[in-house]
T-cell receptor
Framework: GEDVEQSLFLSVREGDSSVINCTYTDSSSTYLYWYKQEPGAGLQLLTYIFSNMDMKQDQRLTVLLNKKDKHLSLRIADTQTGDSAIYFCAESGTGGFKTIFGAGTRLFVKA | EAGVTQSPTHLIKTRGQQVTLRCSPISGHTSVYWYQQALGLGLQFLLWYDEGEERNRGNFPPRFSGRQFPNYSSELNVNALELEDSALYLC??????????????FGEGSRLTVL
């Protein structure tokens, strides 16, 4: 079945880059997403990438997709304390409309 | 515009009891999704409703059920509560799935504690 895996914790210093990695199993995934969950809040879509793209850049965020290895990464440049949150990788397959989420990576940003 | 709203925000139940959680989607959204976020397990897909019909179901026992009303709001019912049902239950909505990129809009969740 479909599965999305990501590491549970990442700690970086303020100003450094953060890279959060994710692997997925569904080769028919159409969209891949990164959601952010701040303490006490629901998830919010941070960015997404279509499966026919290799890279997407949006201000401080860079998403890289290696479809062959089914590997997705999110790079946050110049990480700030306000970026501390849980980041969820997710995928949605063609026709299924069922979004599968990873367990989430908790990002700690040290001042 | 109001976002996805869920109620109650917190509740405590005991084993064997039943609970009903409620969700109001964003106006104009016809799809409602329910997820369970248990500690350390990420989001587990529970149910998807669209246009009043159950469209997909995750790997949960039948004591997890729900429905969607004509106004697209939704209820999640959990019968015979077990300790491991303690979790944050998140509701999300989206416009009709066929025409959007699949972005889900989440509520803040209902935190259920089973004692």
């Amino acid at each position: 079945g479909e599965d999305v895996e990501q590491s549970l914790f990442l700690s970086v210093r303020e100003g450094d880059s953060s890279v959060i990695n994710c692997t997925y199993t569904d080769s028919s995934s159409t969209y891949l997403y990164w959601y952010k969950q701040e303490p006490g809040a629901g998830l919010q879509l941070l960015t997404y990438i279509f499966s026919n793209m290799d890279m997407k850049q949006d201000q401080r965020l860079t998403v890289l997709l290696n479809k062959k290895d089914k590997h997705l990464s999110l790079r946050i440049a110049d990480t700030q304390t306000g970026d501390s949150a849980i980041y969820f990788c997710a995928e949605s397959g063609t026709g299924g409309f069922k979004t599968i989420f990873g367990a989430g990576t908790r990002l700690f940003v040290k001042a | 515009e109001a976002g996805v709203t869920q109620s109650p925000t917190h509740l405590i139940k005991t084993r064997g009891q039943q609970v009903t959680l409620r969700c109001s989607p964003i106006s104009g959204h016809t799809s409602v999704y329910w997820y369970q976020q248990a500690l350390g397990l990420g989001l587990q897909f529970l149910l998807w409703y669209d246009e009043g019909e159950e469209r997909n179901r995750g790997n949960f026992p039948p004591r997890f059920s729900g429905r969607q009303f004509p106004n697209y709001s939704s209820e999640l019912n959990v019968n015979a509560l077990e300790l491991e049902d303690s979790a944050l239950y998140l509701c999300a909505s989206s416009p009709r799935g066929l025409r959007n990129l699949g972005e889900l809009f989440f509520g803040e969740g209902s935190r259920l504690t089973v004692l």
